[in-house]
Nanobody
């Protein structure tokens, strides 16, 4: 599966953004999906995950209650709604897919998109 993330940009603290990740292929609905981010000089970190059916989601404490992951299997797309953005949310955001298991660990994901830059000004 090929992934393309988009929707990033420059916004002010407190604003919202919605990222999208479009997937190719007819088997998107069988993939568990995740969002990760990487800020300059930092390691890639988990942001959100959603199971293939959409019945399960997970978030780290840093974004819990502010971010929401969802998917539309008819459109082969996964979304990340980000509200009340903070300067510390600034990073390149990546979407990822894997079919084998539901996971929040980046090394378990098989396919990655190219990333989209999100910058939050204070």
């Amino acid at each position: 599966v090929q992934l393309q993330a988009y929707g990033g940009g420059l916004v002010q603290a407190g604003d919202s953004l919605r990222l999208s990740c479009a997937a190719s292929g007819r088997t998107f609905s069988t993939y568990n999906m995740g969002w990760f981010r990487q800020a300059p000089g930092k390691e890639r970190e988990f942001v959100a995950a959603i199971s293939w059916s959409g019945s399960r989601t997970d978030y780290p404490d840093s974004v819990q209650g502010r971010f929401a992951i969802s998917r539309d299997n008819d459109k082969n797309t996964v979304y990340l709604q980000m509200n009340n953005l903070k300067p510390e949310d600034t990073a390149v955001y990546y979407c990822a897919a894997n079919r084998r298991l539901y996971t929040t660990i980046s090394r378990n994901y098989e396919y990655w998109g190219q990333g989209t830059q999100v910058t939050i000004s204070s």
